[in-house]
DNA sequence: GCAAAAGTGTTTCTTGTACACCCATGA
DNA sequence: TCATGGGTGTACAAGAAACACTTTTGC
């Protein structure tokens, strides 16, 4: 075992040493359904199939930063780093797979992580990136490359367990939205259908989950709603619906692949 | 980038390549109390100072494989791989810190496990293995290598939570135990007192949790209590208990650290 | 006015919580 | 018999579910 320095210890030699990726399971909420992003690959392996956006963490960079960098380049949004909580964003890590069996150039570590964000555009094809879109994610999403397929339901489900105890909900609205809007986002993650009148209750009453802003939001028919923030200082992982809003059971809760 | 060959694309040379450790929080309930599996370092760095067990990740090892090896070199107990589930162990993935800022010797990735498991005993110290040893951890534990105090915290509030809907809080248990066993490991681990006819009530009353065995454990001063095994052909990680058995809102449910 | 959506009130039922009480054993 | 812990019954309160009803807008 090469000793450098007696101050300074070296990894023995037996150790492994592995490439490392970043893959993103990116969530949204449009039209009243799940969304998750995905890219579609521009080099071997899986050329021309779809892919979770990702890539290889770079000497330096500490695991989220390869995160927004990844999803800056083939998103062009910038994600605050360490933007868990800062904005409407919500950005957090789901697991490790690998190293073995799930790329063909060889042993190969992926670090996952999952973001919640509110629908927005992506920019057009073409350029030195690869296209990312959106889509559905309606149980049946299937044929991505690696193990990505599973990557993205676990990451599903994280986020299904997720929005029932968290306020992370609202990580898929925009800065401020009526409840009606953050009603939607239950049903779609969900997918099922919710009493408006019993979620505006326990949501509006659940202290710090929504703050109410005072503005009113117009334009569609019906009674104007009055619109809502998160409540500030509040730590969005922080189990504060208690107790929980439960999904009905009639809803997939199927436990995370081991 | 060298491509080497077209059937067999190769890693970009711009990714980084890293040593990466699994650690383990090994989480038991003994004499009414939540401990800790540590281990007392023989080599820099941190030589002498408690860690959690684990070290490097092999060449042709899966992940789960190595931190099996990591618990039966520094416990001599076998963890049968692939264990979520099997006898009353469980283990499953916590999550993954680093690289950069976490150990002297470079940039070095740690993916953590959490194992719950009966409390048992542990070789002595010697041989050409480091001591390993339970530590109650009553919230000030503290002191340990490289930043295993934080995975450790982090492992507990997992596990904390975890218990809550999940039949997992058996896994502490030995294959079959009275209810008053699996009540001591609610107290112990969330540091709380239960009611014990209410606790009862709905630990034998959630279908798909406990299943009598018929048998009666006698022993101590008071009536015999039956005992129970966990219910047959339950994903223990599934959300089996709902509603769930939920801690004391004066429990401590501090959110994991970002 | 009418439709549509927001928001409140009310009733019913389930469940958690607290605790009285009985059961089965050892000393 | 008493102490000790296992297990059941019951009353109360808090919350979920269902739904009638009022409010406020656009057309």
Not at 124 to 141: F, H, K, S, Y
Not at 152 to 157: H, K, N, P, S, V
Request: overall charge negative; charged content about 20%; proline content about 10%.
């Amino acid at each position: 075992m090469a000793d450098t320095a007696r101050t300074r210890p070296a990894v023995p030699d037996t150790a492994g040493s592995f490439p490392v990726t970043v893959d993103v399971v990116a969530l949204t909420v449009r039209e009243g359904a799940l969304h998750a992003l995905v890219v579609d690959r521009l080099l071997e392996p899986f050329r021309g199939q779809a892919a979770l956006p990702g890539g290889f963490v770079l000497p330096g960079e500490t695991l989220e930063q390869a995160a927004g960098r990844e999803l800056e380049e083939e998103t062009g949004l910038t994600v605050p780093t360490g933007a868990t909580g800062a904005g409407p964003w919500h950005l957090e890590q789901l697991r490790t797979y690998g190293p073995l069996g799930r790329d063909p150039r060889g042993p190969v570590l992926s670090v996952t992580y999952l973001l919640l964000a509110p629908a927005f555009g992506l920019p057009a094809a073409g350029g030195d990136a690869a296209e990312a879109r959106w889509v559905p994610v309606d149980g049946n999403a299937g044929g991505l490359a690696f193990d990505h397929d599973h990557i993205l339901a676990d990451g599903i489900e994280r986020a299904r367990a997720k929005i029932e105890y968290s306020p992370l909900g609202a990580a898929f609205c925009p800065p401020e939205f009526p409840v009606a809007e953050l009603r939607g986002v239950y049903e779609a993650v969900w997918g099922t259908r919710l009493d408006a009148r019993n979620f505006h209750r326990k949501a509006t009453g659940t202290p710090g989950f929504l703050e109410p802003t005072g503005r009113l939001g117009g334009g569609g028919p019906g009674r104007p709603a009055e619109l809502y923030r998160l409540a500030a200082g509040v730590d969005p992982t922080a189990a504060v619906l208690h107790p929980p809003l439960m999904r009905p059971v009639s809803s997939g809760r199927a436990a995370p692949s081991a």
